[in-house]
Structures are given as structure tokens and as C-alpha cells.
């Protein structure tokens, strides 16, 4: 199974690239890669669909990102604009300030 060397997510036979980090894939992880990676919180998002753009835009600047919430979006098929159930993004803590910098850049005006 291939693996990203990054997130290192698993992926099927026959997938080049990281969905999530646009990375070439790897057929083993090195040793090194399993190290831990601790995560911080970034911020809270009014709705899944500012998360994703906000996630997106951190990993094309090489930062990846989690978005934790139950979003009840997501059970009824939308993306709105806003959700009665908080979204939260996290970064690893060594690319914190710049995901910071980026988000109030990229979502200052919510």
C-alpha cells in the first residue's frame, strides 16, 4: 500500500498522490516519519465549508490541517455557511504562527 510521506495516510494500490497534501506517494514510511506530531488549535470556524477553504489554503503553503466538529452540515448534504455546531481547525504546533499569519489573512473579516 502506498502511504504519504506527510500525512502519512494509507491509500489504495494505484494512487499516485496525497489528496490532501498533493504529494507524490511513498511504497514505505522511513522510520523517522512515525515520530509524533502534536497538534495545536488554530481557531474556530462558523461552518465546515470556511473550514475546508481555510485547510486548503494552509496546505498549499505545506501546513497540514484537521478540522474537528460534528458538523450536522454534513449529515443533511450542505456545506452552508453557517453551523449550529462549532468547527474547529488544528495545525501542528512548529507551523502554528504561520497558519495563524495565513488564517487572518485569508478569513479576518469573520
Same mark, same amino acid.
Given at each position: #500500500?502506498? %502511504? /504519504?510521506?506527510? /500525512?502519512?495516510?494509507?491509500?489504495?494500490?494505484?494512487?499516485?498522490?496525497? !489528496? &490532501? /497534501? &498533493?504529494?507524490? *506517494?511513498?511504497?514505505?514510511?522511513?522510520? @523517522?516519519? %512515525?515520530?509524533? $506530531? =502534536? %497538534?495545536?488549535?488554530?481557531?474556530?470556524?462558523?461552518?465546515? *465549508? %470556511?473550514?475546508? #477553504? +481555510?485547510?486548503? !489554503?494552509?496546505?498549499?503553503?505545506?501546513?497540514?490541517? *484537521?478540522?474537528?466538529? @460534528?458538523?450536522?452540515?454534513? #449529515? +443533511?448534504?450542505?456545506? !452552508?455557511?453557517?453551523?449550529? $455546531?462549532?468547527?474547529?481547525?488544528?495545525?501542528?504546533?512548529?507551523?502554528?504562527? =504561520?497558519?495563524?499569519?495565513?488564517?487572518?489573512?485569508? +478569513?479576518?473579516?469573520?
Amino acid at each position: #500500500m502506498p %502511504y /504519504c510521506p506527510k /500525512c502519512k495516510a494509507e491509500f489504495e494500490p494505484g494512487i499516485e498522490r496525497c !489528496s &490532501d /497534501c &498533493d504529494l507524490p *506517494l511513498v511504497n514505505k514510511l522511513s522510520e @523517522d516519519s %512515525y515520530k509524533e $506530531v =502534536k %497538534y495545536k488549535f488554530l481557531r474556530n470556524l462558523p461552518s465546515r *465549508l %470556511y473550514a475546508e #477553504m +481555510l485547510k486548503e !489554503s494552509l496546505q498549499n503553503q505545506g501546513i497540514h490541517a *484537521l478540522i474537528k466538529g @460534528d458538523d450536522i452540515g454534513i #449529515m +443533511l448534504g450542505s456545506y !452552508s455557511t453557517t453551523s449550529p $455546531v462549532e468547527i474547529s481547525l488544528w495545525v501542528p504546533e512548529d507551523d502554528w504562527e =504561520k497558519a495563524d499569519r495565513l488564517a487572518d489573512e485569508m +478569513l479576518n473579516h469573520i
